[in-house]
């Protein structure tokens, strides 16, 4: 297993709100762990809530007996949510900030996934399937048959997330579970990516870079390219 990532602050915007954690090691009890947050609020308070909220989950972790991988993400996430919405109540500054998240672990080969927001995973093999489901009006529109899913990327409220990390002071994170194969890719990446590139564009760029520097590099390139709208974010995990 080889891991890679880039956060960049993209064309538009004077500040990166992104964050991201690479742990190929052990981390407590997990064998690694690898998160993209995608903050939101003001100029300092969405860039400290991606940070505060991946720093509250690898404590928690690092202080945990919790074997099973769902458990634990779990049990961190839920507690990194209340301690960023409480950072959000006490400070002035930082009201109404929030961040997603999306986190796996890789354990043999399973691959644990947790997320909250429209920080996405896919898995890459031949083709690329999206494992995590984006909280958002847009995929709630969709699911209700209310909109096309070819239409969605463009549509004017396509930014607006329904769940959050700190925007309330209770939040549970989807899960999910994939048994994972040789030659299998794991891109995790914020919407600053998966808004300005096509899946199936991303897939090609992936499988057709010569390592997994390379296809993160390009990744990137290809959303700044396009107008670079958001800050972009990405971790791949090679198998």
Do not use: W
């Amino acid at each position: 297993m080889k891991a890679t990532g880039r956060t960049d602050k993209g064309r538009k915007r004077s500040n990166n709100q992104d964050s991201i954690y690479i742990g190929e090691g052990s981390i407590g009890p997990l064998p690694n762990l690898f998160i993209v947050a995608d903050g939101m609020g003001g100029h300092a308070a969405g860039d400290f809530a991606s940070r505060y909220a991946i720093s509250v989950v690898l404590d928690f972790v690092r202080g945990s007996t919790v074997r099973n991988p769902i458990s634990l993400l779990k049990r961190a996430m839920i507690f990194a949510n209340s301690e960023v919405y409480r950072e959000a109540e006490k400070d002035p500054d930082k009201y109404g900030m929030g961040t997603t998240m999306v986190a796996c672990v890789v354990d043999g080969s399973e691959l644990y996934v947790a997320n909250v927001g429209d920080s996405r995973l896919y898995l890459i093999r031949d083709e690329i399937t999206q494992i995590t489901m984006d909280h958002s009006l847009v995929e709630e529109l969709i699911r209700n048959g209310q909109l096309e899913r070819n239409r969605g990327r463009n549509h004017p409220e396509k930014n607006l997330i329904t769940k959050a990390m700190g925007s309330k002071d209770e939040v549970m994170p989807d899960f999910f579970e994939i048994s994972l194969e040789e030659g299998d890719k794991v891109l995790l990446c914020s919407d600053g990516l998966s808004n300005m590139v096509e899946d199936d564009e991303l897939r090609d760029i992936v499988r057709e870079a010569g390592s997994p520097e390379e296809a993160v590099d390009s990744l990137i390139d290809r959303a700044n390219y396009y107008g670079g709208n958001d800050n972009i974010s990405a971790i791949l995990i090679s198998f």
